[in-house]
C-alpha cells in the first residue's frame, strides 16, 4: 500500500505530497498543512484519504469495532437556546419531557439484558435542576446494575451541576466518581472557537470551562471521548484549530479514548431554518466528510488511536466510505437516539449488531465487538454469531423521541410550579 502511495504522491501537489510524507513518517502535521489539505482535488483528494486508511491500518489494523449501548436522554427541557439545537424544548413548552429516575433505570436494565454494556446519558439542562440529580441516576443505575458502565454528562452538563451544587468542577467530579460515573462524552465542543460559540450558541459553555472540565476529568482518571461539530458556519482552517486543541490536551492528558466528527443536521435547527448567519452552509458535502475525518486521523495519528464515524449523521452507504477514509469505529447501537432525530436525521434510532457485522464484513473489514474504552469483547469470525439485540425482531418496543414528547406523564413539571 505504501509503495503505490509512494508513487502517487510523485505526482501530487508537492505542498500537498510533503504533508502526507511527513504523515507517512509518523511526523505531526501544522495547522497550516492540514487547513490545506481540504484544498486537495484530483489525484490529491484521493491521496488525502489513502493515507489516512494506511495511518489507520498501522494504528489499528483491519477490525471495525462497535459498543453495544443505550442513549437515555432524560430531558429535552434546556435553559440555554442553542442555533443549532432541535432537541430542546422551554420550560414552558407542551413537548417538554423529564424521565424520573425509575424510567431511567428501566430502559438502563433492559438494555442491559439486551447485551449493552454502556448507557450513555445526556440531556437538557433544566431549570432549577436539584444539583444531586445526575449522582441519583448513576447511584440508582449502579445499585440495580453495578456492572454496566456509565458513560454520562457533558462538560456543559458537569458545570451546570457544579453551579447548581455550588461546588468547584473538581469537587462535582469526584462526587459523580463516587457516584458511579465511569467517563464523560467530550460533547458540547462544537468547535473550540469563543467568537464562533458566541455566534452559534450564546451562553453556552466557554471554550476554557469545557478544556478545564476534560483536562480536570482525565487527571481524576475519568477518560473521555473528543468531538467537532462541522459543516454550519466555521471555516477550514477553524476545524483544523479545533482538532489541534484536542491535540494538545490529548499530549497533557492522554484521556481522549477516540475523536468523532459530527455534521451538522441543518433541517430543523433554528439557526438555519431562521436564516440567522450569513453563509450558513446545510451540513458538511461528502467530499468535506471524508476529508474531515481523514484530517483527523492524520493530525491525530500520534495521540489518538481510535476515530469513529456518526452512522446516525451519515447513514450506512456513507459509514462504509469513511471505514476506508481513516474511522476504524462504527460508534454504538444506540437503541434510542434523540437529539440528531430531532434535528432531521433520518437514519433511524438503532443499529444492531448483526446490521453493523453486516457492513463491516461487505467492505472486507473485522467486526469486533469492545467496551466504551476500546477493550476486545469479542471479534466475529464468523456470520453464525448472534448477540441479544439481535434477537428484537419489533425495535418499535424501544419507542421514540417522536412519541416520547407526547406521553403525558412524562411531561416536564417545572419544581417551583410543583
Known amino acids: 500500500m505504501t509503495l ?17 510524507n511527513s504523515a507517512l513518517s509518523e511526523k505531526e502535521i501544522s495547522v497550516k498543512e492540514a487547513t490545506r489539505l481540504y484544498d486537495a482535488r484530483g489525484i490529491d483528494f484521493h491521496l488525502v484519504g489513502m493515507v489516512a486508511d494506511e495511518l489507520r491500518k498501522r494504528r489499528v489494523g483491519d477490525i471495525v469495532t462497535f459498543v453495544v449501548n443505550r442513549n437515555i436522554n432524560f430531558t429535552n427541557v434546556c435553559i440555554k437556546q442553542c442555533g443549532f439545537c432541535a432537541f430542546s ?40 435542576m436539584d444539583g444531586g440529580f445526575y449522582e441519583k441516576i448513576c ?74 472540565i476534560i ?4 487527571r481524576m482518571g475519568i477518560n473521555s471521548t473528543s468531538t467537532i461539530m462541522f459543516g454550519h458556519v466555521e471555516s477550514t482552517e477553524d476545524r483544523v484549530r479545533h ?35 450569513d453563509g450558513i452552509k446545510s451540513g458538511a458535502s461528502a467530499n468535506d466528510v471524508m476529508l474531515t475525518h481523514a484530517i483527523a486521523r492524520i493530525m491525530l495519528n500520534n495521540h489518538i488511536d481510535n476515530i469513529q464515524m456518526s452512522w ?21 447501537t444506540l437503541i434510542n437516539e434523540s437529539i440528531s432525530t430531532s434535528a432531521g436525521a433520518q437514519y433511524g434510532q438503532i443499529l444492531r ?44 418496543r424501544f419507542g421514540s423521541y417522536f412519541e416520547l414528547v407526547k406521553i403525558d406523564k412524562f411531561r416536564y413539571k417545572n419544581p417551583r410550579s410543583s
Open 4 to 20: 503505490n502511495i509512494d508513487s502517487l504522491l510523485k505526482n501530487a501537489d508537492p505542498l500537498v505530497a510533503d504533508s502526507l
Open 89 to 128: 424544548r422551554d420550560f414552558r413548552e407542551e413537548e417538554g419531557y423529564f424521565l424520573p429516575i425509575e424510567e431511567i433505570v428501566r430502559r438502563a436494565k433492559e438494555a442491559h439484558s439486551l447485551g449493552a454494556t454502556e448507557v450513555c446519558i445526556q440531556a437538557g439542562l433544566p431549570p432549577d
Open 139 to 212: 447511584a440508582a443505575i449502579k445499585a440495580d446494575i453495578p456492572d454496566i458502565h456509565i458513560h454520562g454528562f457533558s462538560p456543559e452538563e458537569v458545570l451546570y451541576g457544579a453551579t447548581r451544587s455550588n461546588v468547584s468542577i473538581k469537587e462535582y467530579l469526584s462526587r459523580l466518581k463516587d457516584a458511579g460515573i465511569n467517563t464523560i462524552p467530550g460533547t458540547a465542543a462544537e468547535i473550540l472557537d469563543q467568537k464562533i460559540r458566541d455566534k452559534i450558541s450564546p451562553g453556552r459553555i466557554s471554550v476554557s470551562d469545557w478544556t478545564e
Open 215 to 218: 483536562k480536570t476529568a482525565h
Open 243 to 277: 482538532i489541534a486543541k484536542i491535540r494538545d490536551i490529548q499530549k497533557e492528558t492522554g484521556g481522549f479514548t477516540e475523536f468523532v466528527p459530527l455534521n451538522f443536521i441543518h433541517t430543523e435547527a433554528p439557526m438555519y431554518t431562521h436564516g440567522l448567519h
Open 312 to 332: 446516525v449523521k451519515e447513514g450506512q452507504k456513507m459509514s462504509q466510505l469513511l471505514l476506508m477514509w481513516g474511522a476504524n469505529d462504527f460508534g454504538g
Open 353 to 396: 449488531p448483526k446490521e453493523i457485522r453486516r457492513l463491516v464484513r461487505e467492505i472486507g473489514r473485522i467486526p469486533a465487538q469492545r467496551t466504551t474504552t476500546y477493550d476486545i469483547i469479542k471479534k466475529y469470525d464468523s456470520e453464525s454469531s448472534e448477540d441479544e439485540l439481535d434477537k428484537v425482531e419489533d425495535t418499535a
